[in-house]
């Protein structure tokens, strides 16, 4: 059971309301035949995605609970998808977007080292419901989804799980 909430004034510190304890995933779990999964920072942004409908026919969409909300059960959703060959991460763009997307990704390639990581990097201050908002077509969501960037621990300045320097010169061969 879950309850999800998100502000109408314009406090950025105080965008979704969440209740604590929650369980479940919205909108689902994935299929088990998923390939390809996309990560959301909020419920209203995985809704706006599944508004295109050509992306919710090659696409999984899954939403986080902000951007500490990759919960257990989304880890053990995503590790039990067999076929799954790509997440794609759709975190707002701005600095607590793109920091939890490095925290994330490398979780992630941690749990389920055989799948590609890929961002798709939105405008500045952006997120997904917003750039949908601002646009009268919703294949600016696909556009922005096809211009996606694939990860490897190398892009994470400080180092990663699969090397020991925080330097930012990584020994782990590129993915």
Not at 128 to 143: M, R
């Amino acid at each position: 059971m879950s309850l999800y909430g998100r502000s109408i004034s314009n406090n950025d510190n105080e965008r979704h309301f969440y209740l604590s304890g929650r369980s479940g995933l919205y909108p689902c779990y994935p299929s088990s035949g998923a390939t390809r999964l996309i990560l959301t920072e909020s419920v209203i942004d995985a809704a706006s995605l599944l508004q295109a409908p050509a992306l919710s026919m090659d696409y999984e969409v899954l939403a986080l609970y902000g951007t500490n909300g990759l919960t257990a059960e989304h880890e053990q959703a995503i590790v039990n998808l067999p076929a799954l060959k790509e997440i794609i991460f759709m975190l707002d763009g701005d600095e607590s977007g793109r920091a939890a997307t490095v925290k994330h990704a490398n979780l992630l390639l941690s749990l389920v080292p055989r799948v590609k990581i890929s961002q798709v990097v939105l405008p500045d201050g952006e997120d997904v419901n917003s750039v949908l908002v601002s646009h009268d077509d919703s294949n600016v969501l696909l556009k922005l989804l096809e211009d996606r960037q694939e990860l490897s621990c190398c892009w994470c300045w400080w180092g990663c799980f699969k090397c020991s320097k925080r330097s930012g010169a990584c020994s782990a061969p590129p993915r």
